[in-house]
């Protein structure tokens, strides 16, 4: 049966692989798209949504603006990892269409609340708009089907500060609510992304087809990699985002433990860092399935041969 899939998304150049990975998927159908600040502004990563849309000839996609700034913290948005426009050197055509008149947080709400227990929410950005939905309307917990969520360094290093993931760096406190929220949670740490290495030779593979999408994906990532050899010395790029929406359909990419996971939303150096509790110290019931060993060849062949398709489909 085919999951509906809406995704929560700040495109961002792993997000507009994730949303290229959702539309190749025969096994999913992407319901909606849900903004959220992070990568670039709320506005930017709108249109690079609806221009990707546009590209893979899926604008029929609805798109939903989201919120444009965290909670309590300031905005942060990461330039040096994604380019000035959130998607590195590619130059995408203006959209011709534009975001629905609805706030994506609602989107949410309406979609999970008319339909209880269909909805698969795929949250790859900062998780505002998901603690703003919760917030507005409790019930969407028990009528979400589930809810995959890129973020968080477990036993791994962060990559915005020492301790702490970027999405939930940025938004500490939305991430706060949400896994504390009791939805069936699935969440993917960098533990297992940043095994999951784009490289110089996927791409060469996927260039063999000359496509707006494989000419696409080669600009964006030539920026990440530069990215990732200059800041983390990591030859080829992590693929977050599309991994943790490939997990919607092929689960046994990753090995996953039920554990007790929680952020840091204490003021010191510890901002965002999330915590599993491996020895139950806290007596508390796991609150999500926590994804710490991956199969990263199953993720990249899986990966690879859904673009050779969407790009065949798109040459
Ligand atoms: C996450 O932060 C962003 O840079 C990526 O899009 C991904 O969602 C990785 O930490
Ligand atoms: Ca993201």
New binding site residues.
């Given amino acids: 049966m085919t999951k509906h899939i809406i995704l929560d998304t700040?495109p961002?150049?792993?997000?507009s692989l994730a949303i290229l990975l959702a539309l190749a998927s025969p096994e999913i159908v992407l319901d909606g798209i849900s903004t959220i600040h992070?990568?670039a502004s709320t506005e930017r990563v709108t249109t690079n949504a609806l221009s990707i849309l546009e590209l893979a000839k899926a604008s029929h996609v609805p798109v939903y603006k989201g919120c444009d700034l965290p909670l309590v913290q300031p905005s942060l948005l990461?330039p040096e990892?994604?380019g000035d426009s959130g998607l590195g050197y590619a130059k995408l055509s203006a959209p011709l269409g534009q975001a629905q008149a609805q706030h994506g947080s609602d989107f949410l709400i309406d979609q999970i609340m008319s339909k209880p227990g269909e909805i698969t929410l795929v949250a790859?950005?900062p998780l505002t708009n998901v603690a703003m939905a919760i917030r507005k309307e409790p019930r969407i917990v028990q009528n979400v089907k589930e809810v995959f969520i890129?973020g968080g360094a477990i036993r791994h290093q962060g990559?915005?500060t020492a301790l702490a993931?970027?999405?939930t760096y940025v938004d500490p406190h939305a991430a706060h609510i949400v896994f504390h929220s009791g939805m069936p949670m699935i969440l993917t740490p960098?533990d297992v992304?940043y095994q999951c290495i784009f490289t110089t030779d996927d791409l060469n593979r996927l260039l063999k087809i000359n496509s707006p999408i494989t000419k696409f994906i080669a600009d964006a990532t030539r920026f990440y990699m530069e990215f990732h050899d200059e800041y983390q010395k990591i030859d080829g790029c992590v693929i977050?985002?599309p991994m943790t929406l490939a997990l919607t359909f092929m689960p046994e990419i990753c090995d996953y433990q039920d554990l007790y996971v929680d952020v840091d939303i204490s003021t010191g150096v510890g901002l965002g860092n999330t915590f599993a509790d491996f020895y139950n110290y806290e007596k508390k019931a796991p609150n999500m399935k926590l994804a710490l060993g991956v199969r990263p060849r199953m993720f990249m062949e899986l990966f690879l041969e859904r673009m050779e398709k969407l790009a065949k489909a798109n040459s």
């Fill in positions: 700040d961002g150049i792993d997000d992070g990568n990461s990892t994604h790859i950005g890129m990559n915005t993931e970027y999405n960098l992304t977050n985002d």
